[in-house]
């Protein structure tokens, strides 16, 4: 975790996601006293990329990731866990991959095969 002002935590955000693999792999969090988001970690890329969107080819990685970074904050754990593992595992796999890490996967069938990790 790190924390700096917001124009230089977008910096170091897109820093660190292109190191990643990219802004569809890089999770984030904006944590305050009383409120907290969750969403995709970087601002390039994937983000607001209407194409990307009708192509069903956005990659979900992050905001699975950022879900399970939200799970977490709300003291749940052990379904952060499951929800990480199973992102982990497809990614390890490799079988499926939207084009921005290499592969041709939909965003739907990424999603579909964390699910089927879950059970």
């Given at each position: 975790?790190?924390?700096?002002?917001?124009?230089?935590?977008?910096?170091?955000?897109?820093?660190?996601?292109?190191?990643?693999?990219?802004?569809?792999?890089?999770?984030?969090?904006?944590?305050?006293?009383?409120?907290?988001?969750?969403?995709?970690?970087?601002?390039?890329?994937?983000?607001?990329?209407?194409?990307?969107?009708?192509?069903?080819?956005?990659?979900?990685?992050?905001?699975?990731?950022?879900?399970?970074m939200l799970?977490?904050?709300l003291?749940?754990?052990s379904?952060?866990?499951?929800?990480?593992?199973?992102?982990?595992?497809?990614?390890?796999?490799?079988?499926?991959?939207?084009?921005?890490?290499?592969?041709?996967?939909?965003?739907?069938?990424?999603?579909?095969?964390?699910?089927?990790?879950?059970?």
């Open positions: 975790m790190q924390v700096t002002p917001n124009l230089y935590g977008t910096l170091v955000a897109n820093t660190a996601a292109g190191i990643a693999g990219g802004t569809g792999v890089m999770p984030g969090g904006n944590v305050g006293a009383e409120h907290a988001i969750f969403e995709q970690g970087a601002s390039a890329g994937n983000v607001g990329s209407q194409r990307l969107v009708e192509q069903k080819r956005a990659n979900p990685i992050a905001i699975l990731l950022s879900s399970s799970l977490r904050h003291r749940f754990p379904f952060a866990d499951r929800l990480d593992q199973a992102v982990m595992a497809v990614i390890r796999e490799g079988t499926y991959r939207t084009k921005d890490i290499g592969g041709t996967s939909t965003t739907q069938e990424i999603v579909d095969a964390v699910i089927a990790k879950l059970d």
